[in-house]
């Protein structure tokens, strides 16, 4: 068991930049795939970015590449979701997930096991 908690959102101009955590606590989080989803405004839970267990290989949305980075520093636990470039369609709650089967790096929601809450975040334009 895992527990997830996501911090970092907030309100920002287009163009900016913010940066999400996602803390582990429960269980070594090293030993997950992660991934974060966001959901906005009457619109379904969506993929944004996904990272195996040992950092190795990244998946993005389309929406995001370039712009989005997923990373985890193994010995401090948090993984992060760094976000530039931020554009008024980004506006979202932004979940963590994690998935203990470590064979697979899954883009869909339902392939995660663990959520955190969400945090919201808001750009203006």
């Known amino acids: 068991q895992v527990q997830l908690v996501e911090s970092g959102g907030g309100l920002v101009q287009a163009g900016g930049s913010l940066r999400l955590s996602c803390a582990a606590s429960?269980?070594?989080?090293?030993?997950?795939?992660t991934g974060w989803f966001r959901q906005g405004p009457g619109k379904e839970r969506e993929f944004v970015a996904a990272m195996s267990w040992n950092g190795g290989s990244t998946y993005y949305a389309e929406s995001v590449k370039g712009r989005f980075t997923i990373s985890r520093d193994n010995a401090k636990n948090p993984v992060y979701l760094q976000m530039n470039s931020l554009k008024p369609e980004d506006t979202a709650v932004y979940y963590c997930?994690?998935?203990?089967?470590?064979?697979?790096?899954?883009?869909?929601?339902?392939?995660?096991?663990?959520w955190g809450q969400g945090t919201q975040v808001t750009v203006s334009s």
């Open positions: 429960g269980r070594t989080f090293s030993i997950y795939t």
């Open positions: 997930a994690a998935d203990p089967d470590v064979r697979k790096v899954g883009r869909r929601f339902d392939e995660y096991d663990y």
